[in-house]
């Protein structure tokens, strides 16, 4: 039986999942890390940083999907926080684009947004707490 064709050949899936996980402000920015399902990636590990000390506006970093497959890392901008009042919560909207693949995950071109939800907290000035996130992917093929 012949070998199945790496998930990035031919026609480039479309990426619909969630992750849960963390973001910590450091002295270089905001470090994010969590774990989810992504289909078709399967069970991944996500790490991300922004950078530049714009935070939620305006900002640029990486966001990376790993696994025993092989990594997808996505350049990322974020493009400011969204009340969520009624949820207690926030947004983050994240536009995003393939800056490599590799693995099983060599050749998927997908593109668009990442929504970032953290819940309001009270963060004392000066105290940099890990905040809890949930990630809502629904990446579309690039063309």
């Known amino acids: ?49 922004f950078g530049g000390g714009e935070g939620a506006l305006n900002d640029k970093g990486t966001l990376t999907f790993s696994n025993g497959q092989g990594s997808l890392a996505l350049s990322s901008k974020t493009h400011g926080y969204f009340p969520l009042r009624s949820q207690g919560a926030e947004e983050i909207r994240v536009t995003v684009q393939v800056r490599s693949a590799t693995g099983s995950y060599a050749g998927i071109r997908v593109q668009g947004t990442i929504n970032l939800v953290n819940p309001l907290i009270l963060v004392h000035k000066g105290e ?16």
């Open 1 to 49: 039986m012949p070998d199945a064709a790496p998930m990035g050949k031919g026609q480039s899936p479309a990426l619909v999942g969630s992750i849960q996980g963390t973001e910590t402000v450091t002295p270089r920015g905001y470090q994010l890390e969590g774990t989810g399902t992504v289909t078709p990636l399967g069970d991944v590990t996500l790490t991300g940083f």
């Open 128 to 143: 940099h707490p890990p905040i809890p996130f949930t990630a809502q992917i629904n990446l579309k093929r690039a063309k």
